[in-house]
């Protein structure tokens, strides 16, 4: 059973720079197939897809949020990571990151993390 | 872009009901590529349907997909009271490559 579990901190000021940890266990970042991925959930609102990345380092972004988004991968500790720059109280969300699997008859997030709250807040 | 919209936005039935939830899409979107989800309060979302209409491993039966193109539909075939939750559906496909409706709400009456 693959887990994913999301670090990082709950509280970040204005105009800085958001940075999260998704630590992969039960399964490995480089498997094919999958591509690993955040997404975010303003409290009380729906679901936001932010970016995912292969193992071989390919990203695909929201565009709508492309412009202050950072998504890699560490194949060595089997993690991946988030940093958005520039962040302002429309950032806070529940993070969560999640496998995805994309193949060429169906694409679904399978797996995901429990979710980490950040909020931006000076 | 595709935007994806669920209908009803809350929907009130009561345990051993059917429920029929919607979702209809801006532009086709390719079967293949149409998932549905169930999210908790607390929790995060579980995967429900993929395909458009193949269950997820160890989804119950009472909960099935359906449609094609624009129109899509998760059919709840009797409520237990687990199943109160909200529902959103999600496609892969066109900029963004990702994208959620806004989500169904099922309460109990």
């Known amino acids: 059973q693959v887990q994913l579990q999301e670090s990082g901190p709950g509280l970040v000021r204005p105009s800085e720079t958001l940075s999260l940890t998704c630590s992969v266990s039960g399964g490995s970042v480089s498997s094919g197939g999958y591509y690993w991925s955040w997404l975010r959930q303003p409290p009380g609102k729906g679901l936001e897809w932010i970016a995912h990345?292969?193992?071989?380092?390919?990203?695909n972004y929201n565009p709508s949020l492309k412009s202050r988004v950072t998504i890699s991968v560490d194949t060595s500790k089997n993690q991946f990571s988030l940093k958005l720059i520039s962040v302002t109280a429309a950032d806070t969300a529940l993070y969560y990151c999640?496998?995805?699997?994309?193949?060429?008859?169906?694409?679904?997030?399978?797996?995901w993390g429990q979710g980490t709250l950040v909020s931006v807040s000076s | 872009d595709i935007v994806l919209t669920q209908s009803p936005g809350t929907l009130s039935l009561s345990p051993g009901e059917r429920a029929t939830l919607s979702c209809r899409s801006s532009?086709?979107?390719?079967?293949?590529?149409l998932a549905w989800y169930q999210q908790k309060v607390g929790q995060a979302p579980r995967l429900l349907i993929y395909?458009?209409?193949s269950r997820a491993t160890g989804i119950p039966d009472r909960f099935s997909g359906s449609g094609s193109g624009t129109d899509f539909t998760l059919t709840i075939s009797r409520l237990e009271p687990e199943d109160f939750a909200v529902y959103y559906c999600q496609q892969y496909g066109s900029s963004p490559p990702i994208t959620f409706g806004q989500g169904t709400r099922l309460e109990i009456k």
């Open positions: 990345i292969y193992s071989n380092g390919n990203t």
């Open positions: 395909g458009a209409s």
């Open positions: 999640a496998r995805l699997f994309l193949g060429y008859s169906s694409s679904y997030f399978d797996f």
């Open positions: 532009q086709s979107v390719s079967s293949s590529y």
